[in-house]
């Protein structure tokens, strides 16, 4: 016996019906899967916005005082401590002579630390003005520097 598309509309578990359903099914799944994906997308973008940014490292020279004064027979005390947020990357330590003669350079291992604490003597060879240079950059290549005076007597 054969059906008319009337026939097997009426039935209630036929295919077409079963068809019709799933149908509904997916509509409502893609929605639902759109909706999800695009409340994580917002979310996710949102999110990448708010990612604090990278600070230059900060250096604190502990000693000597800027516009310290020594005598030639002293050495010059240089003490401090480098942090950064991150990591640092790179730090150098240079006293340098009004002359322009550099009279003490340290470049300190401090890769991927967070703080470092630089401890060093400075022995004059002769009375004048001397700076006292202290540089850090980090890995997003941020820096700062720091100096101090010193004058031998």
Do not use: W
């Amino acid at each position: 016996m054969t059906k008319t598309l009337f026939e097997i509309q009426d039935l209630p578990n036929n295919n077409l019906k079963n068809n019709k359903y799933k149908t509904m099914n997916t509509k409502s799944k893609i929605t639902y899967l759109a909706f999800t994906f695009t409340a994580i997308l917002v979310f996710t973008i949102s999110s990448c916005g708010s990612k604090k940014e990278n600070a230059a490292p900060v250096i604190t020279i502990e000693e000597p005082e800027d516009g310290v004064t020594i005598p030639l027979t002293d050495s010059a005390h240089i003490e401090g401590v480098v942090t950064d947020d991150e990591s640092l990357h790179e730090l150098s330590i240079v006293v340098v002579k009004s002359t322009g003669d550099t009279v003490l350079e340290a470049y300190p291992n401090v890769h991927d630390l967070k703080t470092y604490s630089f401890h060093y003597h400075f022995h004059p060879s002769t009375v004048g003005n001397y700076t006292l240079h202290v540089t850090a950059e980090d890995h997003d290549s941020k820096s700062a520097t720091s100096m101090r005076s010193i004058i031998v007597l």
